[in-house]
């Protein structure tokens, strides 16, 4: 049986892509921005805030739900939506570990 191509790759690797794959679209950005601006579960339409059809702001939504990113919990008809503070914070360990990996010593441009 042939094996996916990631399976040859370190599961922290294979994580974190999952996290980047996530952020790799300015509307996934935006939704995440909201999210955290408003500091609150979102009920409502997120679709009114961004210039996208609620059909794809929810495909959007299911990214960053799949990558751990958010919690969408059921409240009748509709679903409240939260960042999900652990998996945020888990984010910016991987995102500052690779920083930290690819800045190359003596560099001072990033200061």
């Not at 094996?3 to 300015?26: E, G, I, Q, R, Y």
């Not at 969408?72 to 914070?89: A, E, F, R």
Request: with cysteine; proline share 5%; aromatic share 6%.
């Amino acid at each position: 049986m042939a094996s996916a191509k990631t399976d040859l790759f370190d599961p922290k690797l294979n994580s974190a892509a999952v996290l980047f794959k996530a952020l790799a679209h300015p509307a996934r950005l935006a939704i995440l921005q909201y999210l955290a601006e408003t500091k609150v579960c979102i009920t409502g339409d997120i679709s009114d805030e961004l210039p996208l059809s609620r059909t794809t702001v929810n495909q959007h939504l299911a990214e960053l739900k799949n990558a751990g990113l958010i919690r969408g919990q059921v409240n009748g008809v509709k679903v409240n939506y939260c960042l999900d503070p652990l998996k945020v914070c888990e984010m910016g360990k991987v995102f500052q570990e690779l920083f930290d990996l690819l800045n190359i010593p003596g560099n001072n441009n990033c200061k």
